[in-house]
């Protein structure tokens, strides 16, 4: 397992989430699906959440307009 640190701002708010993952490397569109799920993956609808096929630009924009932004990962 290893810890990703991602830095990301929520609703212009700077917010920190740690992940224990097993893949070797966490590309910033994956992150981004992560903190969605994070975020709303309790919503009553799954329509916050990108489909399973979504480009990596498509999940990016997602996550804009829900308020995840700025994503770094280290």
Do not use: C, S, W
């Not at 989430?17 to 309790?42: I, N, R, S, T, Y």
């Not at 308020?67 to 280290?74: R, W």
């Amino acid at each position: 397992m290893r810890e990703y640190t991602l830095n990301y701002l929520f609703n212009d708010e700077p917010r920190t989430h740690v992940f224990e993952l097993k893949q070797p490397d966490l590309p910033v569109h994956e992150a981004a699906l992560h903190l969605l799920q994070l975020h709303f993956g309790d919503a009553e609808n799954g329509l916050i959440l990108p489909p399973a096929d979504a480009a990596p630009e498509e999940i990016l924009e997602q996550a804009q307009v829900v308020g995840i932004t700025q994503i770094e990962v280290a």
